[in-house]
């Protein structure tokens, strides 16, 4: 499996972004797909996750302003990014596994994308 994550770029605070995720290669074994970010000088956070059985989860940190959703036709996770703030900066990644709980565990996942940076500008 392969994860292809697009979207990021440079955006005023309180501006928007979407993220894309599209996966290819055998993808039967994914049953959540996760977005993570990393700030710089800080640890890689779960931002959001969607499951196969449509459950999503979204830390209070961005619940109410992102909102993660999945195309099952184009094998793409999409991640709707609004009212953004500075703090969002950072460099996003799309991930996918068999991961039933413990969404927040990055072990818990067995592809990873490249990332994609978002920077927020005040």
């Known amino acids: 499996v392969q994860l292809q994550a697009s979207g990021g770029g440079l955006v005023h605070a309180g501006g928007s972004l979407r993220l894309s995720c599209a996966a290819s290669?055998?993808?039967?074994?994914?049953?959540?797909v996760g977005w993570f970010r990393q700030a710089p000088g800080k640890q890689r956070e779960l931002v959001a996750v969607?499951?196969?059985?449509?459950?999503?989860y979204y830390p209070d940190s961005v619940k109410g302003r992102f909102t993660i959703s999945r195309d099952n036709a184009k094998n793409t996770v999409y991640l709707q990014m609004n009212s953004l703030k500075p703090e969002d900066t950072a460099v996003y990644y799309c991930?996918?596994?068999?991961?039933?709980?413990?969404?927040?565990?990055?072990?818990?996942?067995?592809?990873w994308g490249q990332g994609t940076l978002v920077t927020v500008s005040s």
């Open positions: 290669g055998v993808i039967f074994s994914i049953n959540a």
């Open positions: 969607t499951t196969s059985g449509g459950y999503t």
């Open positions: 991930a996918a596994g068999p991961v039933a709980s413990d969404w927040d565990l990055e072990d818990e996942y067995d592809y």
